[in-house]
């Protein structure tokens, strides 16, 4: 089969186009053929070498769609022609997450090929609504803004919720808002980007390029209370703001690192 490999992260585009064996299924295994699959800005700083316990060659990508095409034995939980996509950490299914995780297209090889084996318990049915792409969008970036705003978060009708950016969870963030009944304000620094925030349901957007000082104007909009939620994209050069512009007792979810300054280490 053919696979995408990240060979060496000290150079520019060094992803490489290889020759693997032909995988195959053991047992609690699956084998999928991979039918899309989604970028991440995750998937930048693993080819720039700034992911943790990285090993190389790496098949690159955490977020695809695939049909199982073969199962191994003792395999209950899914069946060859279903949809799937992997889950992020093939070892962190519940409770407090592992110490040393096992993501893929990071610590372990991602989707980025013809075909995939996964254990059976590290994939999830994917929704027969949705096509191959738009379900390859769902399992870093959609489960992320869930975990955050609805599980950990329990998002109210009525709530204020801060969303900076436009990425792919920032914009998960501001539809499942929406969703919930929540208001939702936007920052970012394209005009272009301003436009599709707000046809995606974004009640304010604050050009932070224009409005360098966001977080007064935020306090302004909710009379001086601050937000309710606020999700954390750009690390060390606004957390500080997001602090200010956040209500007492209000929940800042860090979910990013857009900040170039900073690196990954979880």
Known sequence: MQAFELRDVSKPNALSLAQRPDPSPGPG???????????NYRDLL????LYPNMRLPLVPLSDGVGTVVAAGKDVSRVQPGDRVAGIFDQNWLSGSPPEIPLSLGGQIDGVLAQYVVLP???VVPVPPHLTDEEAATLPCAAVTAWNAL???????????VLVQGTGGVSLFALQFSRIAGARSIVITGSDAKQELA????????INYKKTPDWDDQLLALTNGR???YVIEIGGAST????????????????????????KCTT
């Open 198 to 205: 707000l046809q995606l349901g974004a009640e304010t957007v």
């Open 29 to 39: 295994e699956v084998l999928i053929q991979m039918r899309a699959a989604s970028l």
């Open 226 to 228: 601050g937000v309710d």
């Open 120 to 122: 059976q318990d590290g």
């Open 46 to 49: 693993v080819t720039e070498g």
């Open 150 to 160: 609805m599980v950990h978060g329990a998002l109210k009708p009525g709530s204020t």
């Open 239 to 262: 957390l500080a703001r997001s602090i200010n512009a956040v209500r007492k007792n209000g929940r800042i979810n860090l979910v990013g690192l857009a900040d170039s300054s900073c």
